[in-house]
């Protein structure tokens, strides 16, 4: 693949992203003048893991958005071993890649081959987890910490909504394991915002392990030793689910509208998660627009090939999606055009995934990651992108990725 300068000589693009990166990988600016020769971007996706359909979601999308672009699309999966992963993106590097995107497995041990990379010319965008160096591009993902606020507050609302005849509320929380940095932001946020409210207390925290089994196994030993509580909220979809498996067996689910209905929301939503929120059992979540992650990464990616530094998104900068809004039921949606991938004043601030037919559905007709704000951590760029909220009212929504990737959904 070779590239052509303001001159008009030819050279090859990763040595020259080398020769003018190498001493400024970390931080390189203003880059431009080369342009893509060949018909197609050679990219590789390398993900931690391909179970579960939240997973499946990711990437698969992203794999869809490759194809509909042409690009020469290959997926490296790790089995959960940080040197698999190691090795895969060296041999993307000596395979002459374009780019890669980066979902690693473990952030720190990652770090220095995404540096390899970058040396190398070969730039790596991360989605849903970060990379610890600020050799990373861009990483792609949402506000854990708002839409623990968001959820915690959906929690209250309803509270004193459903349950206005009572002046104090007790809560049940279910965290993820202590440790990771996403069980903290998922956990703190909604732990201060109920400190900060007169009527609601956290009553206590059980520990639900992300999964179903044990939440529901720890939400009947903590009722068991005391009394229902008014209210749950659970880190994610899984431990919602099987907090509400445990009432149900308890005989202590009931249905919104109910004297004894038990408020719940979360964070992440599912296929069962909007089938429990229309019958009423879950009040309401807090969800990601994930199957815009990778796509939004491949088309930074191939700005980025094409136009350089630049091109990507200024920090403190807001990014928004080129397609016209639309107001439905409180959550960021829009109407569906063909806009593709623009650029805004050199600084893509505006960008758009075109929509196109995937597993029954117009996908990424409704662009729910907008407006995104720009930001900077790890010593890279952050990509944070909005979060959707799910009620009743829009539970059913076609445009939700619990929706179109059911339960059983796995990578091909």
């Not at 600020?134 to 606020?149: C, N, T």
């Not at 890279?380 to 909005?386: A, D, G, N, P």
Request: glycine residues 8%; charged residues 20%; aromatic residues 8%.
């Amino acid at each position: 693949m070779v590239s052509q300068n303001k001159e008009g000589a030819y050279l090859d693009r990763r040595s020259y992203l080398k020769g003018v990166g190498g001493a400024t990988a970390l931080g390189m600016t203003g880059l431009s003048g080369y342009t893509r020769q060949d018909d197609t971007l050679t990219v590789g996706l390398s993900t931690h893991f391909t179970s579960g359909a939240w997973v499946t979601a990711v990437v698969e999308a992203t794999r869809f958005y490759a194809e509909d672009q042409g690009f020469d699309y290959n997926l490296f999966t790790t089995g959960g071993e940080s040197q698999k992963q190691i090795s895969d993106i060296r041999q993307m590097v000596n395979q002459d890649f374009d780019g890669i995107v980066l979902i690693p497995f473990n952030s720190q041990a990652i770090a220095s081959v995404v540096e390899e990379a970058t040396n190398a010319g070969v730039p790596v965008f991360t989605v849903d987890i970060d990379a610890a160096t600020g050799a990373d591009k861009m990483h792609f993902s949402w506000d854990d910490e708002a839409a623990a606020r968001r959820a915690g507050e959906m929690l209250v609302e309803n509270l004193r909504q459903q349950k206005s005849d009572q002046d104090q509320y007790q809560v049940l929380e279910v965290r993820a394991p202590p440790g990771r940095d996403i069980a903290r932001l998922r956990h703190e946020p909604f732990v201060n915002l109920i400190e900060q409210t007169d009527d609601v207390t956290v009553a206590d925290t059980v520990v639900g392990d992300w999964v179903r089994s044990t939440s529901k196994q720890r939400t009947q030993e903590w009722i068991n030793a005391n009394q229902p509580p008014d209210a749950i909220y659970s880190a994610n979809f899984l431990m919602s689910l099987g907090a509400l498996s445990a009432l149900q067996e308890m005989d202590l689910a009931a249905p919104r509208g109910q004297d004894d209905h038990i408020v719940m929301t979360q964070l992440d939503g599912s296929q069962n998660t909007h089938e429990m929120i229309m019958e009423g059992f879950i009040d309401g979540a807090v969800d990601q627009p994930n199957y815009f992650y990778g796509p939004l990464a491949l088309a930074y990616l191939e700005r980025y090939v094409n136009e350089g530094e630049s091109a990507l998104p200024s920090e403190g900068s807001t990014v928004t999606s080129t397609k016209e809004p639309v107001t439905e039921t409180g959550n960021q949606t829009t109407t569906a055009t063909n806009a593709t991938t623009t650029a805004s004043n050199g600084g893509g601030e505006t960008i758009s995934i075109e929509p196109a037919q995937h597993r029954g559905v117009e996908l990424w007709q409704a662009p729910i990651w907008s407006p995104a704000t720009v930001g900077r951590a790890l010593n890279h760029r952050q990509f944070v992108t909005s979060h959707v909220e799910i009620t009743e009212e829009n539970a059913d929504a076609p445009y939700l990725w619990g929706n179109i990737w059911g339960p059983d959904a796995s990578v091909e």
